[in-house]
Nanobody, 117 residues
Framework: QVQLVESGGGLVQAGGSLRLSCAASINIYSVNTMRWHRQAPGKQRHMVAT???????NYADSVKGRFTISRDNAKNTVYLQMNSLKPEDTAVYYC???????????WGQGTQVTVSS
């Protein structure tokens, strides 16, 4: 079974930066899409950033220009660099992998990001 493990979350002041990591037990190049999602307290989980195995990226409007998703296929790791953090970025961040060919989807356990004012 594919496992995704997030790390790098924590408490940071507004305007600061964090880098989240997602370590996968599978070659991430073998799946179509790697994504970061987040879920704030009392709100629905939604997509923050996406990167395909072809290198195309997509971002939610709320983080565009501040967050950058990247991958290291050799290390089977996906990153989310978060700059200029705002209190509204506070959420649990989840790593997600989608294999469209085999109709499979995998989720990590999540890592907490808290941005103080």
């Amino acid at each position: 079974q594919v496992q995704l493990v997030e790390s790098g979350g924590g408490l940071v002041q507004a305007g600061g930066s964090l880098r989240l990591s997602c370590a996968a037990s599978i070659n991430i190049y073998s799946v179509n899409t790697m994504r970061w999602h987040r879920q704030a307290p009392g709100k629905q989980r939604h997509m923050v950033a996406t990167i395909t195995n072809g290198g195309r990226t997509n971002y939610a409007d709320s983080v565009k220009g501040r967050f950058t998703i990247s991958r290291d296929n050799a290390k089977n790791t996906v990153y989310l660099q978060m700059n200029s953090l705002k209190p509204e970025d506070t959420a649990v961040y989840y790593c997600n992998a989608q294999d469209f060919v085999n109709a499979r989807e995998y989720w990590g356990q999540g890592t907490q990001v808290t941005v103080s004012s």
